[in-house]
């Protein structure tokens, strides 16, 4: 790509502007970030920069950067560098395919893009094919003759395509007239300006391919016969009548009104047939609005940047506020930006002068070859004048020679009436001459007006040329006005440098809070030193609770010497001394950890007021500086609108501004020095400090290695001497029971070891520590143990303490047990979804928890056996309880991960189920019919009838809900995928499975019923309504899961609800039906009592009474079994 014009920063402003434009904002393209992107293009010379960054940006993935990107390749085929037209037509084929892809998408902006790609691969082949027309399609006089080298068949050629063009452009603004009526929307939207904004292109190249059509038409005319041209006028009327409307189209729309003159079209099209209509056609005008206003807000933006806004020029105070405002601190400038600025404006500046020189240019040659018009008809009017003067001389000397002949020969009458004839026909000619003479002199006075009309307009262009030189020499005083100002902006560079200062001073103070952290971190390492201490004294006291039960022991024994007595008495001393040296030192730790968390917490408030009061101080800050600007902003608005004029004014005299141009390219090399400069400084210091922070955090680390060192040193010091004493202690104490002590402290070391390589070997996996089969072993192992520590309890208790080792090891495993059970159980309850089952399981842990207490107490009290065994037994059923609803939260997740499957199949399931249901009835019906008659065969048509209806209405509702569900699906699950979806709505898949399974239930028992009621010989049809209202409840349930989670103005879900209030219909239906057919039955087997006697028909109504009693009662308990049935299910469900 050819962008090595473009340095790196205009690289990225280019990028930047293109990003802007092509956002995915639903609003219109902003025209400044089409005007850079213009101005790129004429920077780079040529569209390699422009192509370069557009195809990067999301055009395949959102429809409104692509509609954007079209409309601004559009402004920039038509304004930007000539060369755009040539390294734009290797990108033919990614428009087709763009415009191929969204043509897929029926929203509205699909079709407009697939139609707007279309227009620009015609307008791209018709510059490829004709490369001496323009971008913008703007020719002078006389240019379109040249191009065409007055060749009748290039003529021929370039009316067709334009034609075709035109064609293009109205088949353009039909769609996107149409996306407009079809969706509603306003032109005073920004939706629907975003879709308008590209007509007003469309315009402009419509109006200069209509001029050209009709010189084409008209050059075509003259050539050619007319016969050969019908087809090309009948094209051109259609084009007419398109166009026309299209233009009063667009000129109706408010939106329009302040971007651009639409141009008016005349009534009816130039009749070709004429030449004369090439005179009396004008073309039409054309005028846009917002590239006015667009390059005065442009002008502004730069003037902004140009001038010193904080000049000191007396601002307009409203009559409320009088008060002084203080003077804003200067703000930061962004010199880069004001250079870059300057330059646009410089070039935008001599693009205008050379229009103007050839706007200039223009009417002088259209004046003089007026003016040689003008005196060439001149020429022609007198010579015809002068021959029609000596034509009547003529005929007046013929009258004479012919009346002095009449009167010498009186026998030449008849020649004489033929004179006299031929004289008025030539009076008549003369008449007609005179008539021709007084129009084209009236043509004469006009043109001769016009011409005095074009003096006066070039004496009025001399004029503003005068004032644009005087307006020139200002704005050379308002540029040294500039240079006065650049001493300023130094100004604010020091500033600048000094604000840098204070940054690194800012990094200054955060290296010192890194140190307070660094020193919070010291803290913390030695609270965790002292609670590492606090854990050896426990286990210390531990040790001494042993040694006080060995003593115990050794106090029962009564045939030990004297001799041990003394030794035992000594022991005793030792071991006061060494508690109190123990209570000693732990009274000393823990006050040192109190004193050291109350220093590490006045640390951090300090800390949080510190950045509290410094985030406060910053809000204040920015406040200020928010203030400022606003008034700031308010003084530069007359400096802008003064400095508006004169800047747009200064046209012609540009060679003054290249001059500032190159100082102030000076400037900018001095300025990017010095901020270079400032920037490596910045760096260095920064780099330093880093060097810095890192020295003093390899020292720290350093230091914490080894004050961790020696305090493990200290501990293995420790231990080894109380190791070293105890050891002593014992043998000077216990001589005898020394193997028994020895094996105790064994097993309470290999039941320490053990439980230090099991908590290695889970931190290893750590995953699985919080899962439920690790639970459930945990529990199993727990189980054999508490069973273990009854036998070995009741052998302890009974057997004098002997079997001490056994009891320690076992009561360590248990209690390393018990903990981790308590923690892994609660880390499960915390990480689970289901927060009611997480509830239940967590107290149900917590009753666990004292259960465990309570065992430890009485084993701690020495209670009974039996008492143990009653606790163990309690604590293994609680331990059971959990580890089965552990269980069954893992079923639950497993059941959970296979939803997808199960929704799909009980879905599936319903499908045949309802389908299979409305073949039987269907089968039932032809049964019927073939074997049934009279009444019984009208009654079975009925109801196999109404029920048919209501099964094709259950199928139509099924699918609707199966389109619902996808809807749900895909607009629900993101980025996830369905099974994933399913998951993590599990109660709305069960709701959604357990409807399925109703409806299938539901249709399979509504077939068993019309089955039962058209075979057996009933006389009512209370299973057919029963079933009927089932399958309309279980319906209802699968509608409301589906339109639980579907989004409001679904299609889908009103079509859902349409077919479930025609299933309601049916089932009414079926249920009239039913009871109209159970009453005509009823009425077919009337009672004759006629025959009865009075006796008889007396314990006939007794019987009756008695049955009808117990058909209240059994009403009555089936009733109450349906509700409790209701009731179960419910709760089921």
């Not at 009559?319 to 405002?325: A, D, G, I, L, S």
């Not at 870059?340 to 404006?345: H, T």
């Not at 606790?871 to 059971?880: F, M, P, R």
């Not at 959604?992 to 009933?1018: M, R, W, Y």
Request: proline letters at 2%; glycine letters at 2%.
């Amino acid at each position: 790509m050819m962008t090595n014009s473009l340095s790196d920063k205009e690289y990225y402003a280019l990028s930047l502007s293109i990003g802007k434009a092509l956002n995915v904002h639903e609003a219109p393209v902003k025209s400044k970030h089409v005007r850079a992107a213009i101005i790129g293009t004429y920077h780079s010379n040529g569209g390699h920069a422009f192509w370069a960054i557009a195809i990067r940006q999301p055009l395949q993935d959102n429809r409104i950067t692509a509609w954007k990107f079209c409309f601004v390749l559009h402004k920039i085929l038509r304004e930007g560098h000539h060369l755009v037209l040539n390294h734009s037509m290797r990108h033919r084929t990614m428009l087709h395919e763009l415009g191929k892809l969204w043509g897929h998408l029926a929203d509205g902006y699909g079709l407009c893009i697939l139609q707007y790609s279309k227009l620009l691969i015609n307008k791209l082949n018709f510059h490829d094919r004709n490369p001496k027309f323009p971008g913008n399609l703007v020719l002078r006089r006389g240019e379109l003759e040249k191009i065409a080298a007055n060749d009748i068949n290039v003529y021929f050629q370039l009316a067709i395509e334009m034609f075709d063009y035109l064609d293009e452009i109205i088949a353009l603004q039909a769609t996107i007239f149409n996306s407009i009526t079809t969706f509603a929307v306003s032109s005073m939207t920004s939706a629907g300006q975003c879709r308008l904004i590209p007509l007003i292109p469309c315009i402009q190249d419509s109006n200069q391919l209509y001029d050209f059509c009709v010189r084409l038409m008209f050059l075509l005319h003259a050539k050619l016969q007319e016969d050969l041209l019908v087809h090309h006028r009948e094209r051109f009327r259609t084009i007419f009548r398109q166009l026309n409307s299209f233009y009063k189209q667009s000129g109706q729309l408010q939106y329009f009104i302040n971007l651009i003159t639409v141009p008016n079209l005349p009534k009816n099209p130039p009749n070709f047939l004429q030449q004369s209509d090439l005179g009396n056609y004008t073309a039409p005008r054309l005028k846009i609005i917002a590239e006015d206003t667009a390059s005065e807000s442009d002008n502004n933006s730069v003037v902004d940047n140009l001038v010193d806004t904080q000049a000191q020029e007396t601002p307009r105070e409203s009559p409320v506020r009088r008060e002084p405002t203080p003077p804003p601190p200067a703000p930061t400038v962004n010199y880069e930006r004001m250079i870059k600025d300057r330059e646009d404006i410089i070039v935008q500046l001599q693009h205008e002068n050379e229009h103007q020189k050839s706007v200039f240019k223009r009417t002088i040659h259209e004046r003089e070859e007026r003016e040689h018009r003008i005196q060439e008809q001149l020429s022609k009017v007198t010579s015809e004048l002068a021959e029609l003067q000596n034509e009547v001389v003529q005929i007046r000397l013929q009258n004479e020679e012919l009346e002095l002949k009449a009167e010498t020969a009186p026998n030449l009458e008849q020649k004489v009436l033929l004179e006299e004839e031929k004289s008025k026909m030539t009076e008549e000619k003369f008449q007609k001459l005179k008539n021709m003479y007084t129009q084209i002199r009236d043509e004469h006075i006009n043109l001769l007006r016009k011409h005095g009309e074009t003096n006066k307009a070039l004496q009025e262009n001399q004029k503003n040329m005068s004032e644009l030189s005087n307006q020139n020499e200002e704005v050379k005083s308002k540029l040294h006005e500039l240079e006065m100002e650049r001493s300023k902006i130094t100004e604010l560079q020091q500033k600048s440098i000094s604000e840098t200062t204070e940054r690194v001073e800012g990094y200054e103070k955060r290296i010192a809070s890194l140190e307070q952290e660094n020193k919070n971190l010291l803290d913390q390492f030695q609270d965790v030193d002292s609670s590492k201490s606090a854990q050896i004294a426990e286990l210390q006291i531990k040790l001494k609770e042993f040694e006080d039960k060995c003593e115990t022991a050794f106090n029962n024994v009564v045939r030990l010497e004297e001799e041990k007595k003394v030794i035992e008495e000594n022991y005793s001393q030792t071991s006061i001394k060494s508690d109190e040296n123990y209570k000693e030192l732990l009274n000393t730790m823990t006050n040192e950890k109190a004193e050291l968390e109350a220093t590490f917490k006045e640390k951090e408030q300090e800390l949080i007021l510190d950045f509290e009061t410094r985030i406060a101080e910053l809000q204040q800050e920015n406040q200020n500086i928010q203030a400022q600007f606003q008034e700031t902003d308010s003084n530069k608005d007359a400096q802008i609108e003064e400095l508006q004029a004169k800047l747009k004014e200064a046209e012609e005299k540009c060679e003054d501004l290249s001059q500032n141009v190159a100082k102030l390219e000076d400037e900018k090399e001095t300025i990017e020095e010095m901020y270079a400069q400032n920037i490596a400084k910045s760096e260095e210091n920064f780099k330093e400090m880093q060097e810095t922070m890192s020295n003093e955090n390899e020292e720290l680390k350093t230091k914490f290695k080894e004050k961790e060192q020696e305090l493990l040193e200290e501990i293995e010091r420790r231990t080894t001497e109380l190791q070293t004493q105890f050891d002593g202690d014992l043998l000077q104490s216990k001589i005898k029971n020394d193997a028994a002590l020895s094996a105790l402290m064994k097993t309470v070391l290999k039941g320490f070891e053990e439980l230090s390589l099991r908590s290695v070997q889970e931190g290893e996996t750590p995953g699985t520590q919080t899962s439920s089969a690790y639970f459930i072993m945990l529990s199993d192992e727990l189980q054999d143990l508490l069973t273990k520590l009854t036998i070995i309890y009741k052998s302890f208790s009974e057997d004098n303490n002997l079997n001490a080792e056994g009891f320690a090891r076992s009561i360590i495993s248990s209690g390393h047990l018990f903990t981790l059970i308590y923690d892994r159980g609660m880390a499960i309850c915390n990480t689970l979804t289901n927060i009611n089952s997480g509830e239940k399981i967590a107290n149900e842990i917590k009753n666990y928890g004292t259960s465990m207490m309570e065992l430890f107490k009485l084993l701690l009290n020495d209670s009974d056996p039996e008492l143990v065994k009653i606790n163990v037994e309690k604590l293994k059923e609680q331990v059971y309880l959990i580890t089965n609803m552990v269980g069954d939260i893992t079923s639950n997740k497993d059941e959970i991960d296979k939803l997808e499957d199960l929704v799909e199949k009980e879905l599936n399931s319903m499908d045949r189920a309802v389908e299979e249901a409305a073949k039987k009835i269907a089968e039932m019906l032809t049964q019927s019919r073939a074997s049934d008659n009279g009444i019984k065969l009208e009654v079975n048509e009925k109801i196999l009838e109404s029920c048919t209806n209501l099964m094709k209405c259950i199928q139509i509702l099924v699918q609707k809900s199966r389109k619902v569900q996808n809807e749900i699906v895909a607009s629900g699950k993101g980025s996830l995928s369905t099974k994933e979806f399913y998951k993590r709505n599990h109660q709305w898949t069960e709701g959604l499975i357990s409807a399925g399974k109703s409806v299938a239930a539901g249709a399979k028992f509504l077939v068993d019923a019309a089955n039962k009621a058209v075979t057996e010989q009933s006389n009512h049809m209370y299973d057919v309504i029963v079933a009927a209202q089932e399958i309309a409840a279980c319906v209802a349930v699968l509608v409301v899961s589906s339109r639980v989670k579907a989004p409001r103005d679904s299609k889908n879900l009103s079509e859902l609800k349409t077919a479930s209030k025609d299933v309601t219909e049916c089932v009414g239906a079926v249920v009239a039906t039913s009871k109209n057919c159970s009453q005509q039955l009823e009425e077919n087997q009337e009672f004759d009592f006629t025959q009865l006697s009075i006796h008889q028909a007396k314990t006939r109504e007794m019987e009756i009474q008695v049955k009808v009693l117990e058909l209240e009662q059994s009403l009555l308990m089936e009733r109450r079994k349906l509700s409790s049935l209701r009731r179960q299910n419910y709760q089921s469900e």
